[in-house]
């Protein structure tokens, strides 16, 4: 089976606490095997920390921000007006939320930014990407009862399928990755570090290499054509 390594899209955390925990080991699992342990390495992790480490003080959370009882936050983190971070995420030091955004199990590399209105589920994002304005990651595929997952996540690759081991995963979001708005993807995506994705992109079970370019079918065949002016019937009794 096709293998798809954390070290090749993300980069640890090295600042603060969370630098000395299993996340700061992250680089050599296998997404699958990171996936099916995630929950339990954010409980051994969130058990090491405490209470008192688990927020840093240095971190500034806007009062209208919720933020869930597992949520790991470190230095210098930014969490503005209206957004919720729900359980078992991880925001890493220098990581910034904006307005209104749901980040629900999710990972956020170092000085990674995430703007407004994004919605990210169950993914993964490496230091210093930038998530612009309107969002979302998902994180399960269709299926008939929706409130009752049932369907194996997997991506496609050059070499094959992927496995993921799971029925909830949307993304792995490598490292320096840009994005524009409007912006759809999972579940079952891997994007490779220094990517740009344009506006208007919708991805499902897709891995993408480093240093690519992503855009929507419709950025270049945009029709443009000229309306005919409305009459002026003052200037038609001259």
């Known amino acids: 089976m096709e293998q798809i390594t954390l070290g090749d899209y993300v980069t640890a955390p090295t600042l603060g606490s969370i630098a000395a925990t299993a996340y700061g080991r992250l680089e050599g699992?296998?997404?699958?095997?990171?996936?099916?342990?995630?929950?339990?390495?954010?409980?051994?992790?969130?058990?090491?920390?405490?209470?008192?480490?688990?927020?840093?003080?240095?971190?500034?959370?806007?009062?209208?921000?919720?933020?869930?009882?597992?949520?790991?936050?470190?230095?210098?983190?930014?969490?503005?007006e209206f957004t919720t971070v729900r359980r078992g995420s991880v925001l890493c030091s220098g990581a910034q939320v904006g307005f209104n955004c749901e980040v629900t199990e999710t990972f956020v590399g170092e000085d990674a930014v995430l703007g407004h209105r994004i919605g990210v589920n169950r993914t993964l994002i490496g230091a210093r990407a930038h998530l612009s304005a309107s969002i979302t990651v998902a994180a399960i595929n269709m299926t008939t009862d929706m409130r009752r997952p049932d369907r194996e996540v997997i991506i496609r690759t050059d070499r094959g399928l992927y496995r993921c081991g799971t029925v909830r995963f949307g993304a792995v979001i490598g490292d320096d990755t840009q994005t524009g708005n409007n912006i759809s993807l999972g579940p079952g995506v891997a994007i490779g570090r220094r990517c740009r994705i344009t506006s208007g992109v919708s991805l499902a079970i897709r891995a993408i290499p480093e240093d690519c370019t992503l855009t929507a079918p419709h950025a270049t065949e945009a029709g443009v054509r000229r309306r005919p002016r409305a009459f002026a019937p003052d200037r038609a009794r001259e």
């Open 29 to 80: 699992l296998g997404l699958a095997d990171f996936l099916a342990r995630w929950r339990r390495l954010q409980h051994e992790v969130l058990t090491t920390l405490g209470e008192e480490r688990r927020i840093h003080p240095s971190a500034y959370i806007h009062p209208t921000a919720i933020i869930g009882d597992d949520v790991i936050i470190g230095p210098d983190v930014k969490v503005h």
